[in-house]
């Protein structure tokens, strides 16, 4: 029955994708999308610097959870990372389930890390917590910073205010969930590990939990993860900004760092797989208001996206090839 439940929520997902998509294909104009889009390749250059950044993007996103794996004594070599990465990056691009790849990603990790399966699983959700927590202060940032052109328009209003209310919870049940330690705190917790499978799952609770408060105790992993988070947000703002100017745009950077992290908080929102629909329709009416085409707008959001799906094609093949869980130790790869 929950399988059931769970294909019906992927479907009516789906529909609600395609709807959305067609919705604004149709507004748009098929003819003038295809138009903007051949004018767009002739600027190839500005395209494959787009791409070039993105990349680097995506390579911080796996330094910064290798970074994870250290602070938990998971040494896994730098080529094991590297695949398991991009094999997770594959299958969410290419799933319609928006956390496909985190699921066979974390699968791989505890298969590497037999003593730690626990703590593995729960690096992935360390990673993604943190780079959307650094993503909303971004936002929450720019809007208080630029508060005068988020005010004046109706539009951006209408997205500013919802976005400020969700940066706010995310900033405080951050800090009110992890500023103790709820199994010390509250030790009767522990009081039903006698009873087999309530004490499994409280068991399991408390490793996730002291796996996330090994960041908690340590500031300057805090603050190196979260320096790495802004500077992975930046090289997206960048890649959008090189887009841009493929697409013939002359706006400041400062339009891209306001708008770009906005349509990506967004696009988190689990209403569609992957953002899709969601993300473009945000970007073209954000990017409306700038006076920005809504072809425009909508390629400003689809091309980066379409990028992040290019870069985990190579995922499929390292898929095809990976064997994991086979050696003796998690250690056997020398670091190059």
Not at 129 to 139: E, S, T
Not at 219 to 233: D, E, G, K, N
């Amino acid at each position: 029955m929950k399988s059931f439940r769970h294909i019906i929520g992927i479907l009516l997902k789906l529909g609600i994708a395609v709807a959305v998509l067609g919705y604004l294909l149709n507004k748009m104009g098929l003819a003038q999308l295809g138009a903007t889009l051949t004018a767009t390749a002739k600027e190839w250059p500005w395209l494959l610097a787009g791409l070039t950044l993105c990349l680097v993007a995506i390579l911080a996103c796996m330094a910064r959870w290798k970074k994870i794996l250290d602070a938990q004594d998971m040494t896994l070599g730098w080529i094991r990372v590297n695949t398991i990465f991009f094999i997770g990056l594959f299958f969410n691009s290419f799933m319609i389930g928006p956390t496909g790849g985190d699921l066979l990603k974390a699968y791989y990790t505890a298969r590497e890390t037999h003593h730690k399966k626990t703590e593995a699983v729960t690096t992935i959700f360390i990673d993604r917590v943190i780079g959307l927590l650094v993503m909303a202060i971004l936002v929450g940032t720019v809007i208080l910073v630029r508060w005068d052109f988020f005010m004046t328009h109706p539009t951006t209003r209408v997205f500013a205010w919802p976005a400020l209310i969700a940066c706010g919870i995310l900033v405080i049940g951050s800090v009110v969930a992890f500023s103790v330690h709820l199994f010390e705190v509250f030790p009767w917790l522990k009081r039903w590990n006698h009873i087999a499978l309530i004490g499994k799952i409280m068991d399991t609770l408390e490793r996730a939990y002291n796996a996330f408060y090994v960041c908690r105790k340590n500031p300057r992993l805090l603050i190196s993860l979260a320096l790495y988070s802004l500077t992975i947000q930046l090289f997206f703002v960048g890649a959008g900004a090189l887009v841009g100017k493929a697409l013939g745009l002359d706006l400041p950077l400062l339009a891209y760092l306001s708008i770009g992290p906005l349509v990506g908080l967004i696009s988190a929102i689990p209403i569609t797989p992957g953002g899709i629909g969601i993300r473009e329709g945000a970007s073209i009416k954000l990017w409306a208001v700038l006076g920005v085409p809504d072809e425009k707008g909508f390629l400003l959001a689809f091309i980066p996206y379409l990028f992040l799906v290019l870069w985990g094609l190579p995922g499929g093949i390292l898929f095809l090839f990976h064997r994991s869980g086979n050696n003796p130790s998690v250690n056997e790869e020398d670091e190059p």
